[in-house]
């Protein structure tokens, strides 16, 4: 019986083989638990008004909801980009999250507004309920409101192709169909 | 210039090192004492290159020299000359320095005190050493170079990291790379004893004292972690489970194994493979904790700035060099299979079950740091895994060693006589059970279950590791315990040291309060029949930080025990903010006051703990370093003695 | 290791790094124990050192400066207070933030060889540790004069 000996190498062929892996990963990026289930409700407000904003007003089409803060760097970098998926016609609803309204307008009025709807969420708990845990964070809703991904950090050209843009189309029969 | 200097002595210092690693390997091939010689010198030599580059890079930060890119990331105009000398080892470039500079000193210290091991065997544990070095100056140079310079000069560096602005962390990571790196020394024996198919007693006593440093300095720098994080964290703990410190903690277990299992090797003859397995493993497991901790593949609170192609480099090197152990290892290990006899009841078969107990503890600990990859790996989603479940896990893994402790110091070598063993064991035990019934409740005024279990494990632990002694002083008096042999006086202190540690961790886990308060100038809140009172809040400046201190008073009926100043520090370079946690403590007790946030109306918000024999878990663990010292310069390892292991190398041929 | 896939961790390490930076700015809502009962006090202080702080690199929620970890506290601290209870709040939060945020991981199938694997292994040591004793408990020492015995002799006679 001299394969016991052998033991010590074939850990360390899967320790090597598991740390291979390890390397290609970010331990950091957590996947979302609510990814498959109906958005979280919530009852805000229109970003500067007091006119409520609920959560049924995500329906009827698949759309963007991104969580972003005027205090935020990682927005600024992904802001030119967010512009462009806006021109392109893609629907991106805002919340502003932990934000005074003023500030997060101003931010608007300087940087451009590639929002279809502004949401205000001042405690942060409509966040809390989505699981947000740094701005920025994209969630890709389908027409029935449901979440089907979620990006965490700046959203870009890359992760867009790669992950969005497919289950955007796949939500939208005949994607140029009219609005409801 | 004088970085260029130091790049230019780390190439020299390569260069030597494949020297050291090529030529008396060759020399043992080819029967040429004149150049296995060379391993002896070459590793001096490399140790004086290696520490010429550190002081070069210790220099830089001296002078502020900002046009090195290492040296500007991580020190500032204002930061005081003794953090300017720490900072060299405070982020990943220089602290791989460090770690060179321990790895070729360790060589060094091997080359002058085994002149009088075999020929052979020197040159062959010098060039291990050497290849070793080879690995860790290539990483350094290809991937991770302190001397890099940029332009354009920066006008001032960015600071070190606020957290690690503390005398702790002056010394703590030397110690702990002391003690990660000492474990060399025993893997290149290890390979030695591989390579030549000889292991025997002489062997073992070879490796006892350089296993036994390594793992005292190990002890040395987790124990000054800890106090550090205590002090510098801010919120009361200890001991976190952060796969950092898991990172240190493995070898510590596996080496604490090892210096067990050397002592059977040496005095039976037995567990031969086993133990060259330990040597190898310990030194493994200092390796993967390098990896762990440069990589980023893990999550930790002490990472540093990690980089892929670092984490492949030190993975590549890593299966490199613990694959070609490994395949000796499962080549040649067969043949040092003993023929002696093992009892269970006889001190070899408790040091066997104590092996199996440290290694599978070790285990649990690699498991529950590498699981969360594991699980991410196989695509069973993202899970931690903190100190709730190591605690869960490891005490019930490593109880049952403590009870191991005492038995076997008791126990003789080969068999045990029942009648005497019940005779030493009796007193002891039921004084470690009376008293671990009536602690708890002496001290607190509550008894739990888990704290006489605890207690008890560590009273009779303490109880056990002085029974030597006194038995020595009963029987010879005063002439029996100045014959006691230092390994013998190390391994009582080791053992106390652990007794008090186990006391210490049971009591501070158990019986700890922590309340956060809110209070203003004036006002009390009142914890575990203490009162702190918040009298002043008031801002000064620092060196390089502004800070607001708090006074505060504890008073415990009319008296007045302590005036705490915990400080709130903002660091001006970066901007970050490091609560600054003031601590009273006796023996049996830690106040502990950290200063959280302001709040309206000059309120703030407070973190105040009462911490029970908080210090016995440090104390112990510096009085195991000792016992470690005591026994690593025992007599019987020095020359002389060597001499007369020389002469056993001859009759004890290999079987 | 491919290219894209370093440049990607470098990327989104390099985005969290940032995040982690702006979210700093925000002043954390500070909390204090006074409204709750001693006992409700001990809970409190278990869960929020049980609970993972997202946005931290590797801290329990009560170690954290962070906003985010300061608003897990104070709804833990409101959830204790309207009466939840422990299972109710753990609940309330994996559901927004999935298993990861529990320090310790529940068990189930995906978490079987991390809660079972050491005892495991345990048992198999100690297993092997018998057997191994059990075949040597009863040999004979060698019958030749043994110089490692007359030394090891001589060794307890030093001791």
């Known amino acids: 019986m001299r394969l016991r000996y052998l033991l010590p190498v074939a850990a360390l062929f899967a320790l090597v083989l598991l740390f291979t892996y390890g390397l290609r990963h970010d331990p950091r990026e957590v996947p979302s638990p609510l990814i498959g289930k109906p958005a979280p409700d919530f009852a805000l407000r229109v970003l500067g008004t007091d006119e409520p904003y609920v959560r049924d007003q995500l329906l009827g089409r698949p759309l963007l909801v991104n969580f972003w803060a005027s205090w935020c760097a990682g927005c600024q970098v992904e802001h030119p980009f967010l512009m462009e998926l806006s021109r392109r016609g893609v629907e991106i609803v805002g919340i502003d999250y932990k934000d005074v309204d003023a500030d997060g307008l101003r931010w608007l009025a300087r940087h451009g507004n590639p929002y279809r709807s502004l949401v205000a969420d001042p405690q942060g708990r409509a966040g809390l309920d989505w699981g947000v845990y740094g701005v920025p964070e994209t969630f890709v809703l389908d027409a029935q409101g449901v979440i089907v991904h979620k990006h965490i950090g700046p959203l870009d050209e890359a992760a867009w192709q790669a992950h969005i843009a497919p289950l955007m189309a796949a939500g939208t029969p005949g994607a140029a169909g009219g609005r409801r | ?655 | 290791m491919g290219r894209r896939g370093v440049d990607r961790v470098v990327a989104a390490g390099a985005g969290l790094l940032l995040m982690a930076w702006t979210m700093a700015w925000a002043e954390p809502t500070p909390v204090a124990d006074d409204a709750l009962l001693p006992q409700q006090a001990q809970r409190y202080q278990a869960l929020v050192n049980e609970l993972r702080c997202l946005v931290c690199q590797n801290q329990s929620i009560a170690d954290s400066n962070a906003p985010l970890a300061a608003d897990l506290r104070d709804q833990v601290r409101s959830q204790i207070l309207a009466g939840r209870t422990d299972a109710e709040i753990t609940d309330y939060v994996t559901a927004r933030y999935g298993d990861f945020v529990l320090y310790r991981p529940p068990f189930k199938p995906a978490t079987w060889l991390l809660w079972l694997g050491p005892f495991a292994l345990l048992l198999v040591g100690l297993g092997v540790a018998g057997v191994f004793v059990a075949r040597r408990a009863h040999r004979t020492p060698a019958a030749a004069p043994d110089p490692e015995r007359l030394r090891r002799l001589l060794d307890e006679e030093s001791r």
């Open chain 2, 1 to 655: 210039m004088i970085p260029e200097l130091g790049h230019f002595a780390l190439l020299a210092a390569l260069a030597v090192a494949v020297i050291q690693a090529v030529v008396p390997l060759a020399g043992v091939w080819r029967h040429q004492p004149r150049w296995m010689a060379v391993g002896a010198s070459a590793a001096q030599a490399q140790f004086v290159l290696v520490l010429i580059a550190y002081l070069c890079l210790t220099w830089a930060f001296v002078e502020r020299d900002w046009s090195v890119a290492y040296v500007a990331a991580n020190a500032h105009s204002q930061l005081p000359l003794i953090y300017r000398i720490s900072a060299v080892w405070g982020a990943h470039e220089g602290s791989m320095l460090l770690w060179v500079l321990m790895l070729t000193g360790w060589a060094a210290a091997v080359s002058v005190f085994s002149r009088s091991l075999p020929r052979d065997v020197r040159a062959q544990a010098l060039a291990v050493l050497g290849a070793l070095s080879i690995g860790f100056l290539l990483f350094i140079l290809l991937t991770s170079n302190p001397f890099d310079r940029q332009f354009p000069v920066p006008a001032d560096g960015r600071d070190l990291n606020p957290l690690l602005q503390d005398p702790g962390l002056v010394i703590h990571p030397p110690l702990l790379y002391m003690g990660y790196v000492g474990f060399s020394v025993a893997f290149a024996f290890a390979l030695t004893a591989l390579l030549s198919g000889r292991l025997d007693t002489a062997w073992a006593r070879w490796t006892r004292p350089w296993t036994t440093s390594a793992w005292l300095f190990l002890t040395l720098g987790i124990t000054l972690g800890s106090w550090w994080a205590y002090h510098e964290l801010g919120w009361g703990g200890w001991w976190f489970w952060d796969p950092v410190e898991n990172a240190s903690f493995m070898p510590w277990l596996v080496g604490t194994a090892l210096i067990h299992s050397l002592a059977v090797t040496e005095k039976r003859g037995l567990l031969k493979s086993w133990t060259v397995l330990l040597a190898i493993l310990a030194f493994a497991l200092s390796l993967l904790g390098t990896f762990l901790v440069r990589s980023g593949v893990l999550v930790s609170v002490h990472a540093f700035a990690t980089d892929p192609a670092r984490g492949v480099f030190i993975l590549i090197f890593l299966a490199i060099v613990l694959g070609i152990a490994f395949l000796l290892y499962a080549w040649r290990a067969p043949r040092f299979v003993a023929d002696g006899e093992l009892q269970l009841f006889s001190r070899e078969g408790l040091l066997l079950l104590n092996n199996v107990f440290l290694v599978i503890a070790a285990a649990a600990v690699l498991i529950g740091t590498l699981y969360p990859l594991v699980a991410d790996a196989f695509g069973l989603g993202k899970i931690s895994v903190g100190p709730p479940y190591f605690n869960a896990v490891f005490v019930p893994l490593t109880a049952p060693l403590a009870l191991l402790v005492g038995l076997a110091s008791a126990i003789g070598w080969k068999q045990v006589r029942g009648a005497e063993l019940m005779r030493r064991i009796r007193g002891p035990l039921l004084f470690a059970a009376l008293a671990a019934l009536c602690l708890p409740w002496l001290l607190h005024r509550r008894t739990e279950l888990a704290a006489v279990a605890g207690g008890f494990l560590g009273l009779w632990t303490l109880v056990m590791a002085l029974e030597e002694p006194w038995r020595r002083l009963r029987l010879r008096g005063a002439a029996g315990l100045r014959q006691m042999p230092r390994a013998l006086w190390g391994m009582s202190l080791a053992h106390l040291g652990l007794g008090l540690w186990v006391l210490g961790v049971t009591f501070v886990s158990l019986y700890s309060i922590e309340r956060d308060v809110r209070l203003g100038p004036g006002q009390q809140a009142e914890l575990a029949s203490y009162r702190f009172e918040l009298q002043t809040v008031a801002p000064y400046a620092g060196p390089n930080f502004d800070a607001d201190r708090a006074v505060v008073a504890v008073s415990r009926g009319e008296q007045q025990v302590a005036e705490l100043a915990p400080e709130r520090r903002r660091y001006r370079a970066q901007g970050s903010v490091m609560t600054e946690a003031a601590v009273d403590h006796t023996p049996l007790r830690d106040l502990y006051v950290a200063l959280a946030e302001p709040l309206d109306h000059g309120e703030w918000a407070l973190r105040v703990y009462f911490k029970p024999m908080m210090r016995l878990v440090w104390f112990g663990g510096v009085l195991m370093a000792l016992g470690g010292l005591l026994a690593a310069s025992d007599r019987r390892y020095r020359l002389a003695r060597v001499l007369q292991a020389r002469s056993a190398v001859v009759t004890g041929a290999p079987a």
